[in-house]
């Protein structure tokens, strides 16, 4: 196995190889009440610098697609590559940093030793350690409250540090699962634009899951339109806005097409079900 | 876990103090706009009758009183409530005991025969003999001693005797309580590789546990004595054997308590870990052990009182030995029954004040740990 195709994706350099690509990708949870078909025959490419949402409702296997990526669910057949490895290769290249629904920041840690995790364990010089924590703190806007404790945080800035936990390494993917799903809109919003900024200035490849049309809208730059019972994608929608996206964009028209475009795509995807 | 029962405690603290400073304050202001604004008292304190005039004072004495009430009182109650029933006990228990002796001086006593004493119940010789009852809290042997009995004879065989002296309490309590904590440091070792074992090995997770149970399950009392007979038939006599059989009782809930706690981390935790590709090792160092700390104190707490146990019995086969399980059992062949009290009370004292030394540095730890306590 050709192991030394290490990413391509330093700066400048824009390989034509995909960053995550999905071949005929199935994969069946075997239950008690027999199989469930999170996933059947998925074909998906995401190319460097992407911001791809999935969209969907629940057990459409938006989820498991993105845990799949990240090695975390086995897939049942079907091919699928991280950077030209398979995704276990991926993972133990770290070649991603994954945020989950609910921070998980460890209580026993200050914000700046939640950060410094990914760090310890994976061999960082302690002097680079303490850089890249004040950075990615910065990166958040989280500035100053690296020695408080996460209990002492509120939930929106408990998920910005388990978003800057998953930036302190050198990963040029980030894998978010409904980052923002426990929090209100006002929170959300303003997360959401700052999650913009953060893409347009780290250059990361963004697998974003969310059930929020507006959100993935207003975020991707590729929409992933996915239904239940088997899982499978319905639509993929290449967002014709531009990369300059101020929270009032949402009200536009084109803005408006492409949400009306992902909502037929999910009542398509629906069929009977509604 | 850690957050909710935290949370409870800190509600509990602040409850109570701004409790009685905001009382105080709101009779303050009511007092004030009861003056100035007679008619819209009730939009400003919602209690109107704090308002009434020496209000403040009332209330605060109230509350003062209230939070004294809600502490020691209760406690003084259930103490002297307990106090007095013991006492009251003792008068049907030693009456028997305290007539026999007061005939054989030669004092009055109803009936005359001790057969006729012996078949009647313990109220009836009460009610015939009332004066004995009085003695009955102040004989040499009784079957019941009274309280302060007990608390004379620890403070004369704690204070009054050197600590050396193989009359005093305190070299007895020392003997048991080496035993102890070499035991419980044993038991508690043991009691985390176990666990640590069973959770990172599929054999040992399957193996392990039933005969952890089935040790437990056998009386202490039973193997004691083998324990003891068997070691020291192979020279090895004093604080070991009884630290062994203080071991084999504290490791078990140490056992119990680390494999929950380090299984306490959820899903979540373990796939986040598996991401940044985490050996079995960092996911220990790191996530396991920390997060097992809470389990590890409520473990340790019954570990420690379960090692005082197996000490005292592991004295009891050594017969006239050192230590507390010597002293109950000498004074069980003499009829020494202050003496049995007294080195019951001392076990008592000696296990919680292990039990409260780990309740604090349970606290410090957690703090340091940055989780609220």
Redesign the interface.
């Known amino acids: 196995m050709d192991g030394s195709t290490t990413p391509g994706t330093e700066a400048g350099i824009v390989t034509e190889a995909p960053v995550i690509e999905a071949k005929k990708l199935s994969l069946t949870f075997q239950t008690n009440d027999g199989p469930v078909h999170a996933l059947k025959d998925v074909n998906l490419r995401v190319d460097q610098g992407d911001f791809v949402s999935f969209i969907g409702p629940s057990g459409c296997g938006k989820t498991t697609l993105l845990r799949a990526i990240?090695?975390?669910e086995q897939p049942t057949s079907g091919t699928l590559t991280v950077n030209g490895l398979s995704p276990d290769e991926a993972?133990?290249a770290?070649a991603?940093?994954?945020v989950?629904?609910?921070a998980?920041l460890?209580?026993?840690?200050?914000i700046a030793g939640n950060i410094r995790?990914?760090l310890?364990?994976?061999g960082y010089a302690r002097s680079d350690m303490e850089d890249r924590v004040n950075k990615v703190l910065q990166l958040v806007d989280l500035e100053g409250f690296g020695k408080k404790?996460p209990?002492q945080l509120s939930g929106g800035m408990q998920q910005r540090a388990s978003i800057a936990r998953a930036l302190a390494f050198d990963a040029d993917i980030l894998l978010m699962d409904e980052p923002f799903g426990a929090l209100d809109e006002i929170v959300r919003d303003r997360l959401n634009e700052e999650l913009l900024s953060l893409w347009d200035r780290t250059g990361k490849t963004i697998g974003f899951v969310t059930h929020s049309i507006p959100e993935a809208v207003y975020l991707s730059t590729k929409i992933v339109v996915m239904s239940p019972r088997p899982g499978r994608i319905t639509d993929v929608i290449d967002s014709p806005l531009p990369k300059e996206r101020p929270l009032d964009i949402r009200d536009t028209a084109e803005f408006i097409d492409v949400a009306h475009r992902v909502r037929e795509g999910l009542r398509a995807g629906h069929g009977d079900d509604l | 876990m850690?957050?909710t029962g935290c949370a409870r405690g800190c509600a509990r603290g602040m409850g109570t103090t701004c409790e009685g400073t905001s009382a105080k304050r709101m009779a303050r202001v009511g007092k004030t706009y009861g003056t100035l604004y007679g008619t819209r008292r009730g939009d400003r304190v919602s209690d109107t009758s704090i308002s009434a005039p020496g209000a403040a004072v009332g209330r605060s004495a109230r509350v003062a009183l209230a939070g004294f009430a809600s502490g020691v009182l209760p406690v003084l109650t259930v103490v002297a409530a307990i106090l007095a029933l013991w006492y009251a006990a003792c008068v049907p228990m030693n009456i028997h005991g305290t007539v026999n002796l007061a005939r054989q001086h030669g004092f009055e006593a109803m009936p005359t025969t001790r057969g006729e004493r012996r078949d009647m119940g313990a109220f009836a010789l009460i009610a015939a003999n009332p004066v004995a009852i009085a003695f009955t809290w102040s004989e040499d042997k009784p079957r019941l001693p009274a309280p302060h009995q007990v608390v004379s004879e620890l403070w004369v065989s704690t204070v009054s005797v050197a600590p050396t002296d193989k009359r005093s309490l305190v070299f007895h309590a020392w003997a048991t309580l080496s035993a102890t904590l070499v035991g419980f440091v044993i038991g508690t070792g043991l009691g985390i590789l176990l666990a640590v074992g069973i959770v990172h090995n599929r054999a040992m997770d399957m193996s392990v546990m039933p005969w952890a149970i089935a040790s437990q399950t056998i009386p202490i009392l039973a193997i004691a004595p083998m324990v003891v007979v068997v070691l020291a038939s192979v020279g090895l006599t004093g604080l070991l054997p009884k630290a062994l059989i203080s071991a084999y009782l504290s490791f078990f809930p140490v056992v119990v308590g680390m494999v929950k706690g380090l299984r306490s981390p959820d899903a979540?935790?373990l796939?986040?870990?598996?991401?940044?590709?985490?050996s079995k090792t960092?996911t220990f160092w790191?996530?396991r052990l920390?997060?097992s700390?809470p389990y590890l104190f409520a473990s340790l707490k019954i570990g420690a009182a379960a090692s005082l146990v197996g000490a005292i019995v592991g004295e009891l086969p050594s017969g006239g030995g050192q230590g507390l399980g010597a002293r109950l059992l000498a004074g069980s062949y003499y009829g020494q029954t202050i003496q049995i009290w007294s080195a019951l009370f001392m076990a008592a004292i000696v296990a919680a004040s292990v039990v409260g030394i780990i309740g604090a540095v349970e606290r410090v730890t957690l703090r340091r740990?940055?989780?609220?306590t």
């Open positions: 990240a090695a975390l993972r133990k770290r991603y940093g994954y989950f629904q609910a998980g460890y209580p026993w840690r200050t995790l990914p310890e364990i994976m404790y209990w | 850690w957050r979540m935790q796939d986040l870990l598996k991401t940044y590709y985490a960092q790191k996530l920390p997060a700390m740990m940055g989780m609220r």
